[in-house]
């Protein structure tokens, strides 16, 4: 783990955020001066999931869409198979990211993340083809996801201001 | 092993909560955490003793607050703690460390240039993450000095896990501790004693004081050793921010003057610590993570 001692400009460091749309929106926090923290001295950790107000966000986010999803899932499946159902993808997505990840995602956490992920995407592809209400939840997913992949691009383009702004701190 | 052994586990101080958390730690997805900890914080307030002791202590630091309030907050301090506790066991297993902050940077420079010091600090933040932190800004190492666990499992458990940078000295034996502390600070290295916390362990002393204007009783063990050591007493509080953030207070040292009335000398130098600890844990009364009886109440 790097760190990034008494540079306050450190704390909106694209590369302690984790989502595209995250580390664009810090991007654009950055060029305004950053207030001086009243403290003696200060440590930064460079760390993609650092940052408070994006974990919680994500979070939030997350709760807020699997939970209109998840019993209008459970109506669709019948009682008895839906715990079998609902773990195929979680199994199909571990051995899939094993495979294709030549082991870099070994950890549990990582695994997890991205089958509750694939869950969710699968889910609100599923529900915002239907009439109900809750397609507004599944839209609103495909919004996001949508946001995050266009940051991503931006990002891309603007990856020499990034290294920039890291070299300035010290990495 | 018994069947009152095998519940024991489950305990609020049982070896199965801890068990638990690594578990989370190791494979619950980050965006999942907020929640995990919010429910499990709010389980734990069907904790009685620890939940009555937390609020007995917000009631002296917040004196006429509504005891609805007080749930509240307590509630909050719990929350707290499972954070703490979480940060812990990420860095213990993953080596994450969180973004620290120095206020009084200058008697924490001087604590870690001279040979030997006594670190008096509260049931506040993560001695571990602490302790990590001493190992990478100085060449001394760490003593802490604290409670055994009850449980065995749970004592297990812990010696298991524990951080590399720190060595932890338990309160079992009052005199062979005093002569091993001693002896540790002889050496150079930095002890480190909660002084928050009085009646740890049967037959260790206590000194009175004065806590939000009620008195108590204080472990006259840090002041006894810095005596005998002529080393004198850094107030250190490792505060928790936020999410992965915390921040390091060190107060200005607390000298023990020698004098032919020792017991004197102990008790100002007590009343100075009281006062110290009463500054900050007003200001961080959700995050003084005192659930012992006989704290402040």
């Known amino acids: 783990m790097r760190f ?27 060029y305004a001066t950053p207030p001086r923290p009243d403290v003696d001295r200060i440590v930064y950790a460079i760390d993609r999931h650092q940052n408070a107000a994006e974990h919680y966000a994500v979070s939030i986010w997350v709760v807020f869409s699997a939970l209109p999803l998840k019993p209008a899932a459970a109506a669709a499946v019948s009682v008895i198979l839906a715990p079998i159902v609902a773990q195929v993808p979680l199994v199909v997505v571990g051995v899939l990211v094993l495979l294709f990840n030549r082991g870099r995602m070994r950890d549990s956490v990582a695994i997890n993340s991205a089958a ?5 995407f699968l889910a609100s592809a599923y529900f915002a083809q239907r009439r109900s209400p809750v397609r507004f939840v599944a839209w609103f997913f495909f919004v996001v996801v949508a946001l995050n992949a266009l940051a991503w691009v931006i990002l891309t383009l603007m990856r020499k201001r990034i290294r920039q702004m890291e070299t300035q701190c010290g990495i | 092993m018994t069947a009152s052994a095998w519940w024991r586990r489950f305990g609020s101080r049982g070896v199965f909560w801890r068990q638990l958390l690594r578990f989370g730690i190791l494979n619950c997805p980050l965006w999942l955490e907020p929640v995990a900890i919010a429910w499990w914080s709010m389980f734990f307030l069907l904790w009685s003793s ?109 010696e298991t896990h524990s951080a590399e940078a720190l060595r932890v000295e338990f309160t079992t034996n009052s005199t062979e501790l005093a002569i091993g502390l001693l002896g540790a600070i002889r050496e150079g290295h930095i002890v480190a004693i909660q002084g928050d916390r009085d009646r740890v362990t049967p037959g260790i002393s206590d000194l009175p004081a004065t806590l939000f204007g009620k008195p108590v009783r204080l472990p006259a063990g840090p002041f006894a050793l810095a005596m005998a050591a002529r080393v004198p007493i850094y107030p250190v509080f490792n505060v928790r921010l936020g999410r992965r953030r915390y921040r390091l207070v060190t107060r200005e040292p607390i000298e023990i003057v020698r004098t032919a009335n020792r017991e004197a000398a102990c008790q100002e130098a007590v009343q100075v610590w009281a006062r110290e600890l009463e500054t900050i844990v007003r200001t961080c009364w959700y995050q003084w993570f005192s659930f012992e009886p006989e704290s402040a109440s």
Not at chain 2, 95 to 123: C, N, S, Y
Request: proline share 4%.
């Open chain 1, 4 to 30: 990034v001692q008494d540079c306050p400009e450190a704390r909106l460091l694209p590369s302690r955020f984790h989502f595209a749309l995250a580390r664009l929106l810090a991007m654009a926090r950055s």
């Open chain 1, 116 to 120: 509750g992920m694939t869950l969710l």
């Open chain 2, 50 to 158: 620890g939940r009555r002791t937390v609020m007995r202590n917000l009631s002296a630091i917040k004196p006429g607050s509504l005891a609805v309030v007080n749930f509240f907050r307590c509630y909050r301090v719990f929350w707290n703690y499972a954070w703490t506790i979480a940060d812990k066991v990420r860095f213990k297993e993953s080596r994450v460390l969180p973004d620290w902050e120095f206020v009084g940077w200058k008697h924490f420079e001087e604590m870690q240039a001279r040979g030997g010091a006594i670190l008096l600090t509260a049931h506040m933040g993560s001695y571990d993450l602490g302790a990590h932190l001493f190992s990478e800004t100085s060449g001394h190492s760490i003593v802490m000095v604290r409670a055994p666990e009850d449980d065995p499992e749970t004592r297990q458990f812990e």
